[in-house]
């Protein structure tokens, strides 16, 4: 096994497709694609693209830190009591352990992710 991974943006690989917890769904039926790239230390560390339609979900991240940069689409986040932030392709961020607020997809979005937990 090798220690350099490539992501192949143009074909991940089969990937997991699942919808929000229901729950935490506000507007409209989003599905979400998660390709997982790689892990490490029994998944503490994961990384790998994400794709959602569009809708608005409530997100929570908990003890989770999690480093996104936006391949393609536009989102909305809103931490709860802030400002919406506006973010399209090219865009990276930063949500750290107790982010609580919505993620409105306007655009089907795909994203490259590394989150910490």
């Known amino acids: ?4 991974i490539a992501f192949d943006l143009a074909a991940p690989g089969p990937a997991r497709e699942s919808k929000p917890v229901p729950d935490r769904l506000i507007a409209g039926d989003p599905s979400y694609k998660t390709w997982e790239i ?21 997100s929570i991240k908990g003890e989770t830190w999690e480093y996104c940069t936006i391949l393609s689409g536009v989102i909305v986040l809103t931490e709860d009591g ?11 961020f930063v949500l750290r352990p107790g982010f609580v ?3 409105e997809t306007l655009e089907t979005v795909r994203k490259l992710w ?4």
């Open 82 to 92: 802030g400002t919406p932030r506006r973010f399209s392709a090219g865009d990276t």
């Open 38 to 58: 790689a892990a490490a230390g029994h998944k503490d560390i994961r990384t790998g693209i994400w794709e959602a339609t569009p809708g608005v979900t409530r």
């Open 1 to 4: 096994m090798s220690n350099l």
């Open 114 to 117: 590394v989150a910490v937990s």
């Open 101 to 103: 607020g919505t993620w």
